[in-house]
């Protein structure tokens, strides 16, 4: 699923219909890019990130990358697809040298517009195939599960459905939250049209409608309303209860709600990434060094333990209490299929989701 012209890309800023705020600009930062597709030389201790990423979760390790290089880092923070519209409509004038993102769909549709410097095989060769860019472009930086929130006084796992689909059942109704602006749920539902067919896709979102589900922001507001018995069930990613459970000071196994894996390799257990890419006319050596540290050991080792994400890494242990990324049974998904953000916005529309 690619798209063919860059005015179909740069059209993410549709999104906005969504409620994605895009972040202010500002002048071009400096750099280039030699012909051999290697990131420049030149170096002014200076990076502007465009981020995706919650500030919560990523801004301490950058705070201790600044601290330890000495690079002054310049982020701007807001919603990844909102990001990624921002970065395709400044093009060439972008101020920005890197962007972090929530998920590979905004990613892909960055590189389709070719706003992406390659990247060296010394990043991407340590890194599983199936989480990075196939022409190395991007790369995942880590991985997360798609999973089904529920309260366990309201709704015990035994009684769970075994697939996605099943939610939108009769008995469902009102009960379910989505956050149909979030970028997860946006590449959850590209997933559903790359795997099942648009057809597909189109009734599950009109089913999931008229089921009158419970809408919010973000996945951080399904997992707390759902741990407050406001509603028993979500479609979130994994790490956000152990986001809440950080707040509240408890161990995870101690909140009311929990996190289930839909089974037999269901789209609603996709394992999507986080990752970034280096912006072609502005890339150089600075922030290639950020998205070095994002992959060194400290950063993965920072992602597993106070994120609770999936690293990228082989030899970082993964989160803990979680079952390994090569057990999960996830559905036979390219992730560098999920460009067309474009297509998913608009049917999430029509479905009335938004």
């Not at 082989?314 to 996830?330: F, I, Y």
Request: net charge negative; glycine share 8%.
């Amino acid at each position: 699923m690619r798209l063919t012209q860059r005015a179909s890309i740069a059209s993410l800023a549709a999104a906005a219909v969504l409620g994605l705020a895009a972040c202010g600009g500002s002048a071009p930062s400096g750099g280039g890019t030699p012909a051999d597709g290697s990131a420049s030389a030149q170096s002014d201790n200076k990076i502007t990130l465009y981020s995706g990423r919650n500030e919560e979760l990523v801004q301490p390790l950058i705070d201790r990358f600044v601290e330890e290089t000495g690079i002054e880092v310049d982020v701007r923070y807001g919603n990844t697809a909102a990001m990624a519209a921002q970065l395709l409509e400044e093009g060439e004038k972008s101020p920005a040298d890197i962007f972090l993102a929530q998920d590979a769909g905004a990613l892909g549709a960055v590189a389709e517009a070719d706003l992406f410097e390659e990247l060296p095989e010394s990043v991407l060769e340590p890194l599983p195939e199936q989480y990075r860019d196939a022409d190395g472009e991007w790369a995942g930086v880590t991985a997360r599960a798609r999973v089904l929130i529920h309260n366990k006084d309201m709704v015990p796992e035994d009684e769970l459905p075994a697939t996605v689909q099943e939610l939108n059942a009769p008995e469902y109704a009102g009960k379910v939250g989505v956050a149909p602006s979030n970028a997860s749920f946006q590449s959850f539902i590209t997933a559903m049209r790359e795997l099942e067919g648009d057809d597909a896709a189109k009734k599950y979102l009109e089913d999931l409608a008229n089921n009158e589900p419970a809408i919010r922001d973000g996945n951080s507001a399904i997992v707390a309303d759902v741990n407050d018995g406001k509603i028993p069930l979500g479609l979130v990613n994994h790490y956000y209860l152990y986001q809440l459970a950080k707040e509240k000071g408890v161990e995870a196994e101690e909140l009311a709600a929990s996190n289930y894996l839909f089974p037999d390799g269901n789209i609603g257990a996709l394992v999507n990434i986080s990752g970034a890419g280096l912006v072609k006319h502005a890339a150089d050596d600075d922030a290639a060094r950020l998205l070095e540290y994002f992959l060194s050991t400290e950063g993965q080792t920072y992602f597993a333990e106070e994120t609770h994400e999936y690293p990228m890494l082989e030899d970082v242990a993964g989160p803990a209490g979680l079952p390994g990324l090569a057990e999960l049974q996830v559905p036979d998904v390219d992730l560098n299929d999920l460009d067309d953000l474009e297509t998913t916005i608009q049917m999430i529309t029509e479905a009335g989701l938004a």
